[in-house]
Each structure stands twice: as C-alpha cells, then as structure tokens.
C-alpha cells in the first residue's frame, strides 16, 4: 500500500502531544488509471489499410483465343509524366488528345465516352515517366465512372511515337 506519512517527536526526550499526519492512500487512483487504460486499450480499434479490390485473370493458355474486340469501341489511355493523360479512340489512325487528373479533365471524357459507347473497353497504358499515383489514380477513376472493361497494358512504341507528335 502507497502511503505518504511523517514522524512527529521531540527533542531531549521531553514527550509531547503526538500529531496525526496527513495519510493519503494513492491505492484507489492508481487502481483508477489501470481501469482507464484497460478500457481505452479494450476499446480502441486499429485502422484497418484500405486497399483497392482488383480481380487479376488468369494467365491463358497456347491454345485459347484471345477476344476480339471492336476497335471502335476501344479507348486508349496513355499515363505521361507530369500528371498528364494522352488518349484516343480507335487503334488505325488514332487523334491524340491530352487531358489531366483535374475535374474536367479524364472522369469528364470516361463518363461521356461510355455514355455514347456501348460495351467501351478501355486500354491503361501507363508509360515510364507516369508515376506509380497516377495508375492507382486512373484505377479510381474507372470505379468512379462505373467502367467494367478495363485491362492495363504495356505501352507500345507506336503509342510513344504518338505522344512525342502530340507535344511538337
């Protein structure tokens, strides 16, 4: 027991009244703060991470056919550096467009697109210079815009010719 208490006495062996001193028991408060922190301990929840569920297909065989796909209805996004997102509809003869990650910019041109679209797949092509931000960024946005057909794919050497024509 935790007790906080002082002698009281003469000097020269004279006997004097005997004072009571002031006794204070820090038993209770101490017992008090275990309960406090078992409780906030007990109670408290962790953060959980937040990830981002993604469905990876299988790896296909030799002998399964790839699916043919309409080219009208494919939309190439291309991640470049510095944020910015070269896109176009089509695979012959494609008319780049540069967008962005801003409001108006790539949730805009997914929402009209599979609007006038039926069955849109869209292509992420994301190139060395894109950061890794901007692939969890685009995977946002085709959750977002409620895109089902999507598939992120290597970034051709056409499509590098493609965006140095598009800078000149």
């Given at each position: 027991m935790a007790e906080i208490s002082s002698q009281g006495g003469?000097?020269?062996?004279?006997?004097?009244?005997?004072?009571t001193?002031?006794?204070?028991?820090?038993?209770?408060?101490?017992?008090?703060?275990f309960l406090l922190l078992t409780f906030f301990v007990m109670t408290t929840t962790l953060n959980k991470p937040q990830t981002m569920e993604i469905t990876m297909p299988e790896k296909p065989k030799q002998e399964d056919q790839q699916p043919m796909v309409n080219e009208k209805r494919v939309l190439t996004l291309v991640l470049g550096e510095n944020d910015k997102i070269y896109w176009y509809l089509g695979i012959t003869d494609p008319k780049v467009n540069v967008t962005n990650f801003s409001n108006d910019g790539v949730r805009k041109i997914l929402l009209r697109e599979n609007g006038q679209i039926k069955d849109m797949v869209v292509l992420i092509k994301p190139a060395d210079e894109s950061k890794y931000k901007n692939v969890v960024d685009i995977l946002d946005e085709m959750n977002i815009s409620n895109i089902a057909r999507y598939a992120l794919v290597d970034i051709t050497a056409v499509d590098k010719e493609l965006i140095k024509e598009s800078n000149l």
């Open positions: 003469g000097k020269n062996g004279k006997v004097r009244s005997k004072k001193s002031t006794r204070i028991d820090m038993t209770p408060m101490v017992d008090l703060a």
